[in-house]
């Protein structure tokens, strides 16, 4: 599975909501359970940087975005959904499939970072 074959499952997960996008460096977005999936048109590391930068514009839904992995079958890139600096992973698209699908059941406490109280 690629970033464009999970985005069409994504289609069918209860709750889904396509977002409008603008033609440049995101080809597709959804909104599902507050967090917003978005396939990037690029893979290069700094143009997805660049790309969830301008997506997120300092708003409050978290982002995740996503990219083809050329170099593993199967696989994407995934950067978020907290930041732009964070680490650009390669995941197994099933199984990133799965955890999104579980994403409307969880509360949305349990989708907030924690933090340590002193």
Do not use: C, K, Y
């Not at 464009?4 to 289609?11: D, Q, S």
């Not at 996008?21 to 690029?42: C, F, K, M, N, Q």
């Not at 590391?45 to 300092?58: M, T």
């Not at 959904?81 to 390669?90: K, L």
């Amino acid at each position: 599975m690629n970033a464009r074959e999970l985005f069409a499952a994504l289609a069918g997960v209860p709750g889904a909501r396509r977002l409008p996008v603008e033609p440049d460096s995101i080809v597709e977005a959804t909104l599902l359970a507050g967090v917003e999936v978005a396939r990037a048109a690029s893979i290069d590391d700094q143009a997805l940087r660049q790309a969830w930068r301008a997506r997120s514009g300092g708003g409050a839904d978290p982002l995740l975005l996503v990219a083809d992995e050329p170099d593993t079958g199967g696989a994407v890139r995934a950067l978020g959904p907290q930041r732009a600096d964070g680490p650009i992973r390669v995941v197994g698209a099933d199984q990133l499939l799965d955890v999104l699908r579980r994403l409307p059941a969880l509360s949305p406490r349990r989708l907030l970072p924690t933090t340590r109280r002193r």
